[in-house]
């Protein structure tokens, strides 16, 4: 059972006698009790969908479902849902247990329920030795459980969550996605988590929504997205460092790397297209595969980020360990046919039926 289901969604907006296609007819399902991540850059059209989602914002086109019902035009306080934003959005004045347990007490809930809900989510989150404190008491990570913690107490079955890690530092993140992950597991609800950080989707989610300039770009599991990028786009974006893609030109035995002399790479057919190899896949070898350049080294303790060039054009190589290179030395590099991908003169990837050169290079 799906659930939500959005349903050719549009959001337009007129600026400057302009028409800012903001989410421009999107579509997709979402299995109940699972984590999903919206992904993408700054204006991407992720938080305008997650608002959708909320009824904070209208669509202009589409249908949204939650459940069974078709919420497309009810205020957001009729759609059974919970939302957590970048700002904790905290009442200063409050206490914790207050601030947890405000929604309940709007909605007049009994002081019997209350005690019994707070309890149990304070527990969940390690906030029972901190009920009595004030905002401003309590650490980024801390505050940011209380915000959680208020909005899980109502028990809604979808919980919305628009980059509510990005204001914390880097260890605290860490901690908090493995904290929210272990939650929505706990509680079995299906929650939606906007992000511009792919770490953050790659860990957490059970499917990635990738978007860009309001259309989706792909919609798969983490894995999906690693290891069969539906386009260049999603090659370029997820990784760190990203896919690299090189131009391919023709050579009388196949496709080359352009610039280089061989050997060729992939059937002549692809020639005009872009070779795909993530520089986790890439071997250092001894004037066997292709011949680079070295650009830089990176050391980063257990491996090393090489920046290499090949026929003018640069690429990133992860090694284990130490090196011994430098900028200006020699480097072959060799990397397995299930390791490359084309990508069409159009950036849409085609599947390589039959490994090519990579037999070549890694002899």
């Given at each position: 059972?799906?659930?939500?289901?959005v349903?050719?969604?549009?959001?337009?907006?007129?600026?400057?006698?302009?028409?800012?296609?903001?989410?421009?007819?999107?579509?997709?399902?979402?299995?109940?009790?699972?984590?999903?991540?919206?992904?993408?850059?700054?204006?991407?059209?992720?938080?305008?969908?997650?608002?959708?989602?909320?009824g904070?914002?209208?669509?202009?086109?589409?249908?949204?479902?939650?459940?069974?019902?078709?919420?497309?035009?009810?205020?957001?306080?009729?759609r059974?849902?919970?939302?957590?934003?970048?700002?904790?959005?905290?009442?200063?004045?409050?206490?914790?247990?207050?601030?947890?347990?405000?929604?309940?007490?709007?909605?007049?809930?009994?002081?019997?329920?209350c005690?019994?809900?707070?309890?149990?989510?304070?527990?969940?989150?390690?906030?029972?030795?901190?009920?009595?404190?004030?905002?401003s008491?309590?650490?980024?990570?801390?505050?940011?459980?209380?915000?959680?913690?208020?909005?899980?107490?109502?028990?809604?079955?979808?919980?919305?969550?628009?980059?509510?890690?990005?204001?914390?530092?880097?260890?605290?993140?860490?901690?908090?996605?493995?904290?929210?992950?272990?939650?929505?597991?706990?509680?079995?609800?299906?929650?939606?988590?906007?992000?511009?950080?792919?770490?953050?989707?790659?860990?957490?989610a059970?499917?990635?929504?990738?978007?860009?300039?309001?259309?989706?770009?792909?919609?798969?599991?983490?894995?999906?997205?690693?290891?069969?990028?539906?386009?260049?786009?999603?090659?370029?974006?997820?990784?760190?460092?990203?896919?690299?893609?090189?131009?391919?030109?023709?050579?009388?035995?196949?496709?080359?790397?352009?610039?280089?002399?061989?050997?060729?790479?992939?059937?002549?057919?692809?020639?005009?297209?872009?070779?795909?190899?993530?520089?986790?896949?890439?071997e250092?070898?001894?004037?066997?595969?292709?011949?680079?350049?070295?650009?830089?080294?990176?050391?980063?303790?257990?491996?090393?980020?090489?920046?290499?060039?090949?026929?003018?054009?640069?690429?990133?190589?992860?090694?284990?360990?130490?090196?011994?290179?430098?900028?200006?030395?020699?480097?072959?590099?060799?990397?397995a046919?299930?390791?490359?991908?084309?990508?069409?003169?159009?950036?849409?990837?085609?599947?390589?039926?039959?490994?090519?050169?990579?037999?070549?290079?890694?002899?």
């Amino acid at each position: 059972m799906s659930a939500i289901e959005v349903e050719n969604v549009s959001k337009h907006w007129t600026t400057a006698g302009d028409i800012v296609h903001a989410v421009d007819a999107i579509s997709f399902a979402l299995v109940e009790g699972t984590l999903n991540v919206l992904l993408g850059p700054s204006g991407c059209g992720k938080s305008t969908t997650l608002r959708l989602i909320a009824g904070l914002e209208i669509a202009d086109g589409g249908r949204i479902v939650i459940g069974d019902r078709d919420v497309t035009h009810l205020p957001p306080a009729k759609r059974n849902i919970a939302m957590v934003f970048q700002s904790c959005a905290l009442f200063p004045h409050l206490s914790v247990a207050e601030n947890i347990l405000f929604g309940l007490r709007v909605r007049r809930a009994t002081a019997a329920d209350c005690e019994k809900r707070l309890q149990h989510v304070a527990d969940l989150l390690g906030l029972s030795e901190l009920l009595s404190r004030k905002p401003s008491q309590l650490s980024g990570g801390q505050q940011q459980r209380v915000a959680l913690g208020r909005a899980i107490i109502d028990e809604a079955p979808v919980c919305l969550m628009d980059e509510p890690l990005s204001n914390l530092d880097a260890q605290l993140r860490a901690g908090m996605r493995a904290e929210i992950r272990s939650l929505q597991r706990t509680l079995g609800i299906t929650m939606v988590y906007a992000t511009h950080d792919q770490v953050e989707a790659m860990s957490m989610a059970d499917r990635v929504i990738l978007l860009n300039r309001g259309r989706i770009e792909q919609n798969g599991t983490p894995a999906d997205l690693y290891e069969t990028p539906a386009n260049v786009f999603v090659a370029r974006f997820i990784g760190t460092p990203p896919m690299n893609l090189l131009k391919l030109e023709t050579d009388s035995g196949g496709a080359v790397i352009a610039g280089t002399e061989g050997p060729a790479v992939l059937p002549a057919d692809c020639a005009g297209g872009m070779l795909g190899v993530r520089p986790e896949h890439i071997e250092l070898g001894f004037e066997r595969g292709v011949r680079a350049v070295v650009e830089g080294v990176e050391y980063l303790g257990g491996d090393s980020l090489l920046t290499c060039t090949i026929g003018g054009q640069s690429l990133a190589v992860r090694a284990p360990g130490s090196v011994g290179l430098r900028r200006g030395d020699p480097a072959w590099l060799s990397w397995a046919g299930g390791a490359q991908h084309f990508f069409a003169a159009d950036g849409v990837r085609h599947e390589l039926h039959a490994p090519h050169a990579a037999a070549t290079l890694m002899a």
